[in-house]
């Protein structure tokens, strides 16, 4: 149906391309995209440039998604989807049950400004960091050197963790346009050293924090 859809705004997508990727081709080309997959999957587009021109010349209007909502699952299969939703600006990453940076790098959205990774709703328990938190800063600016607000959402991330991820975001110099990092239910408490949120360097970025556990 969505062929026949004259406008969508918001796509939630919990689907493992591995597992039906013929039905996410057919959704792709509706919504007038193309993306590039791994080689072994050959129901879906090949990663060839001609294959992928091929299928954008075809589309008659560009996507109109501007909210997007992606598992790491679906992430771990694309190895480029910047072309695929170049009209995001909101994107929605539910990871379960680590965040891997490796995994979030894969999605490219140069106009999104707002983005979101929380613990999948359907999750036993609270996702947790894989890496170093100092990594999420470029992990982030391979999604979107435009983003604007960055938000942890339902994350078994603690004090600990949550300080040095502000420090890292406060430090870097790649995401010159970010004003604004949310900490929702991460497992802060009020013990947080409130000189971990406060900084009177260059780079101001506003630190929103509700403490509490999420509720996983």
């Given at each position: 149906m969505a062929s026949t859809t004259k406008q969508i705004d918001t796509?939630?997508?919990?689907?493992?391309?591995?597992?039906?990727?013929?039905?996410?081709?057919?959704?792709?080309?509706?919504?007038?995209?193309?993306?590039?997959?791994?080689?072994?999957?050959?129901?879906?587009?090949?990663?060839?440039?001609?294959?992928?021109?091929?299928?954008?010349?075809?589309?008659?209007?560009?996507s109109t998604v501007t909210n997007l909502t992606v598992t790491d699952?679906?992430?771990?299969?694309?190895?480029?989807?910047?072309?695929?939703?170049?009209?995001?600006?909101?994107?929605?990453?539910?990871?379960?049950?680590?965040?891997?940076?490796?995994?979030?790098?894969?999605?490219?959205?140069?106009?999104?400004?707002?983005?979101?990774?929380?613990?999948?709703?359907?999750?036993?328990?609270?996702?947790?960091?894989?890496?170093?938190?100092?990594?999420?800063p470029n992990a982030l600016h391979t999604v979107s050197s435009q983003?604007?607000?960055?938000?942890?959402?339902?994350?078994?991330?603690?004090?600990?963790?949550?300080?040095?991820?502000?420090?890292?975001?406060?430090?870097?110099?790649?995401?010159?346009?970010?004003?604004?990092?949310?900490?929702?239910?991460?497992?802060?408490?009020?013990?947080?050293?409130?000189?971990?949120?406060?900084?009177?360097?260059?780079?101001?970025?506003?630190?929103?924090?509700?403490?509490?556990?999420?509720?996983?």
């Amino acid at each position: 149906m969505a062929s026949t859809t004259k406008q969508i705004d918001t796509l939630d997508l919990y689907a493992d391309p591995s597992e039906r990727p013929s039905a996410l081709r057919h959704l792709a080309q509706s919504l007038c995209t193309c993306c590039k997959m791994n080689q072994h999957h050959d129901d879906f587009y090949s990663s060839s440039s001609s294959m992928a021109s091929t299928a954008k010349d075809e589309c008659n209007t560009r996507s109109t998604v501007t909210n997007l909502t992606v598992t790491d699952m679906a992430l771990r299969e694309w190895q480029d989807c910047g072309s695929m939703f170049d009209n995001v600006k909101r994107i929605t990453i539910q990871v379960w049950p680590k965040i891997r940076c490796d995994v979030i790098q894969r999605i490219h959205l140069p106009a999104a400004t707002e983005l979101t990774i929380q613990t999948y709703e359907y999750g036993c328990y609270p996702a947790s960091l894989h890496d170093d938190p100092t990594s999420l800063p470029n992990a982030l600016h391979t999604v979107s050197s435009q983003l604007v607000k960055v938000t942890f959402l339902e994350l078994d991330i603690g004090n600990y963790q949550t300080k040095r991820i502000i420090q890292a975001f406060k430090s870097t110099h790649d995401l010159k346009n970010l004003r604004i990092l949310g900490f929702i239910r991460c497992g802060t408490d009020e013990s947080l050293d409130p000189s971990s949120i406060d900084s009177n360097d260059e780079h101001r970025i506003q630190v929103e924090i509700v403490h509490g556990k999420p509720e996983r």
